[in-house]
C-alpha cells in the first residue's frame, strides 16, 4: 500500500502561481510513476502532468504544457506541480497518483490522494 497526502492548494488570482506537493509513504516498483490529475465541477477527472521515481521523466497535457513544471525529490518520496501564468479554467480539486507504468489514464493508478482544491479567480 501506498499512501498520498497532497497539500499546496489554495485560492489565487488569475495570473498567479501554486505549488503542490505529494508527499508518498514510500515507493515501490509498483508506484514507480507518479501523475497529477485534475477534477473541475461537473467534468471527468483529467490528466495533467506524470513524472517516473527511477528516471524523472516527465509528460504534461496540452492544456498545461509551457505553464506547469513536475518534478520530485526522491530522498522525500515527494512529488511537486509548480503551477504558473494560472487561469479560472484551472480551477479544479488536483490529485496526485501512484502506479506501475506512467500513463494518462485514471485507471492506470493504483493508489490515490484525497485531492486539494485550487481555485483561480478572475
Known amino acids: 500500500q501506498v499512501q498520498l497526502v497532497e497539500s499546496g492548494g489554495g485560492l489565487v488570482q488569475a495570473g498567479g502561481s501554486l505549488r503542490l506537493s505529494c508527499a508518498a509513504s514510500?515507493?515501490?516498483?509498483?508506484?514507480?510513476?507518479m501523475g497529477w490529475f485534475r477534477q473541475a465541477p461537473g467534468k471527468e477527472r483529467e490528466f495533467v502532468a506524470k513524472i517516473t521515481w527511477s528516471s524523472g521523466s516527465t509528460s504534461y497535457a496540452h492544456a498545461v504544457k509551457g505553464r506547469f513544471t513536475v518534478s520530485r525529490d526522491n530522498a522525500k518520496n515527494t512529488v511537486y506541480l509548480r503551477m504558473n501564468s494560472l487561469t479560472p479554467e484551472d480551477t479544479a480539486v488536483y490529485y496526485c497518483?501512484?502506479?506501475?507504468?506512467?500513463?494518462?489514464?485514471?485507471?492506470?493508478?493504483?493508489?490515490w490522494g484525497q485531492g486539494t482544491q485550487v481555485t483561480v479567480s478572475s
Open positions: 497518483a501512484a502506479g506501475r507504468w506512467p500513463g494518462i489514464t485514471t485507471s492506470q493508478y493504483d493508489y
Open positions: 514510500r515507493r515501490t516498483f509498483n508506484s514507480d510513476a
